[in-house]
């Protein structure tokens, strides 16, 4: 089986819930990162979006169902597995939760092949020619593939961000969850970012996105979560959400767009 098909095949095993999270706090001393917050995201939300105002909560929320933070309280779920009070997200990542960082880590000295090539060596087993053979395929679907000799260190912004996404891919994820990817891009280099995702998600892969860029997300998702001060402030298709006055007063302001 191609793993393309792989990711239809296992994607139609998550019909349910996708991510739930069920009165879940996260707190650092005395601050409040997250409060109590509950929302379920299944399949049939289709791609999401978290946005919300600067310390909003929203990338703690992406880190705990990652398995990268515990709550402090509350219950988390992410593809059917309770993730307690000891989340693992080593483990959680081969179970196939994978998350890209705001700041692209690749390894500077390494080339972008083997850059990809290690990713995808920590996913599956074979031989060192047919991973390789896989990373190109993978760069040329990125856009990355005449580059693929270069050092990753020496990229602009753009392409880091691409890359940071080949890694991810490179794991085998079911559910991607991708922080602020669009940061930093211009027009074009978002619409194709978008082209991207999309042909991502149209290979099986779940896709969330917490993003402040609205314009990309108009054009990617088809629902929206919205926090404020690290509660839930409404949740549901794009334009709904984002017509709400109660969010337009909270986050977009009177001009709407980014932020």
């Not at 580059?147 to 079911?174: D, F, I, Q, T, Y």
């Amino acid at each position: 089986m191609t793993d393309l098909a792989r990711h239809r095949a296992e994607a139609t095993q998550h019909d349910g819930a996708l991510v739930s999270l069920e009165g879940v706090t996260v707190a650092f001393g005395g601050v409040l990162a997250l409060n109590d917050v509950s929302f379920t995201i299944a399949a049939e939300d289709g791609i999401v979006g978290i946005i919300g105002p600067n310390g909003a909560g929203k990338s703690t929320c992406l880190s705990v169902i990652a398995g990268a933070r515990p709550a402090t309280s509350g219950a988390v779920t992410a593809l059917g597995r309770p993730l307690g009070r000891r989340p693992n997200a080593t483990r959680l990542a081969r179970a196939g939760v994978v998350r890209t960082f705001q700041i692209p880590r690749p390894f500077a000295e390494m080339t972008i092949r083997e850059n990809v090539v290690v990713a995808l060596a920590s996913s599956r087993r074979a031989r060192t020619a047919e991973l390789v053979t896989q990373a190109d395929e993978l760069l040329e679907r990125l856009g990355l593939a005449a580059m693929a000799g270069s050092p990753a260190g020496s990229l602009p912004l753009a392409m880091r961000k691409k890359l940071e996404v080949g890694r991810a891919v490179a794991s085998s994820p079911k559910l991607l969850l991708l922080d602020e990817v669009f940061e930093g891009l211009s027009d074009t280099e978002i619409d194709d970012m978008v082209r991207i995702l999309r042909e991502l998600h149209a290979d099986g892969i779940h896709l969330v996105l917490v993003e402040h860029v609205l314009r990309a997300l108009r054009q990617l998702a088809q629902t929206l979560i919205v926090f404020e001060k690290g509660q839930v402030l409404a949740q549901g298709d794009v334009e709904t959400v984002l017509s709400s006055a109660e969010v337009k007063e909270a986050y977009l302001g009177d001009g709407g767009g980014e932020a």
